[in-house]
């Protein structure tokens, strides 16, 4: 009986010592990841844009007594809906901007979206436009290493749409917060380790290409509803077909098939779909759960010409199986 015990006790502590050995591997390497350096190109993107024929009613460009400045303020309305409508800065960043939670969870970690005002604490004090163009369109913070933003999400983000953004942001009021930077859990290590936590500055095909410099025209059609989609794509997948989460807690549901496949899709009407992007009911009657519930108030936000046209484009994918 003492010989099984001691042998238990054995195991056990080879196995301690394997768990911890395999734990303090996964935090080296976790450590590396996070700690490579990028290098993206450098723009030089006004901000704002300077006023075309036809983004004001009435008076000549000519007869206009200050075009910067109302250039700046038509650039913070249209960055103001793009924050809200199209890009979603503040189910990361918090209502106010000062800091919002992303990932809470004492087995993944603590990942936070930073405070993004001008405030004390504030990550964007100082920042030049390479600066928000490297952390908003490549995911790389100012000393080169990779932040833990989904920034693949806006890889279509335009130029215009970048200045606007910045254009509404640095005219916010300012919070004073420091948040704290990510921390991360055994399973998050783990996750880090093996490459299961996706980094954007790793999957951004080229940090040295231009971007677009204008959006598609704002029409019911296809290709202004994949402009919009783009940013569906951390969750569903690049090709909309959804499967398991990428990244999250373990209770998040798969993220749902968007093309018209019978297992996504399929058989939906446009007030259907808009009924589930906006309240959170399926077709079926089923309530929508997160993470996709932090997603209404964006769609809600929409105009209802920018969900026709994500359904459109929706609409024209081919039918695919749901992602494994």
């Excluded at 009986?1 to 056990?12: D, E, G, H, I, P």
């Excluded at 960055?79 to 939670?101: M, Q, T, W």
């Excluded at 997160?290 to 969900?307: C, S």
């Amino acid at each position: 009986m003492k010989k099984l015990a001691r042998r238990v006790v054995t195991v056990l502590g080879v196995l301690l010592v394997v768990v911890g050995l395999g734990f303090l591997v996964a935090s080296v390497k976790a450590s590396a990841r996070l700690a490579r350096k990028y290098q993206a190109h450098q723009v030089d993107i006004p901000v704002p844009f300077p006023l075309r024929a036809g983004d004001v009613e009435g008076p000549r460009l000519e007869d206009i007594a200050d075009p910067q400045a109302a250039a700046l303020a038509l650039a913070i309305t249209r960055g103001r809906h793009l924050v809200e409508a199209r890009y979603s800065c503040n189910v990361c960043h918090g209502a106010d901007f000062g800091g919002g939670v992303m990932i809470d969870d004492a087995a993944i970690g603590s990942v936070r979206g930073p405070n993004i005002t001008a405030g004390e604490g504030g990550r964007t004090a100082g920042y030049t436009i390479s600066d928000w163009d490297h952390i908003v369109r490549h995911g790389i913070k100012p000393d080169g290493t990779p932040a833990v933003m989904p920034s693949d999400d806006f890889l279509k983000m335009t130029d215009r749409e970048l200045s606007d953004v910045v254009a509404y942001l640095t005219s916010v009021p300012k919070v004073n917060a420091t948040v704290p930077p990510p921390s991360f859990g055994p399973i998050g290590k783990v996750l880090l380790a093996t490459g299961k936590f996706p980094i954007s500055a790793e999957v951004v095909p080229n940090h040295q290409g231009k971007h677009l410099e204008e959006p598609p025209p704002v029409k019911e059609d296809a290709a202004f509803g994949a402009h919009l989609a783009a940013i569906c794509t951390g969750c569903h997948r690049a090709n909309l077909a959804g499967g398991p989460m990428p990244f999250g807690p373990p209770d998040w549901p798969p993220a749902a098939n968007l093309t018209p496949d019978a297992s996504g899709l399929g058989g939906y009407t446009f007030a259907e779909f808009e009924r589930a992007i906006t309240q959170g009911v399926s077709k079926r009657g089923q309530t929508l759960r997160p993470p996709m519930t932090l997603m209404f108030d964006t769609a809600k936000a929409m105009t209802p010409v920018e969900r026709r046209a994500l359904w459109t484009y929706l609409s024209s994918l081919p039918a695919t199986a749901t992602n494994r």
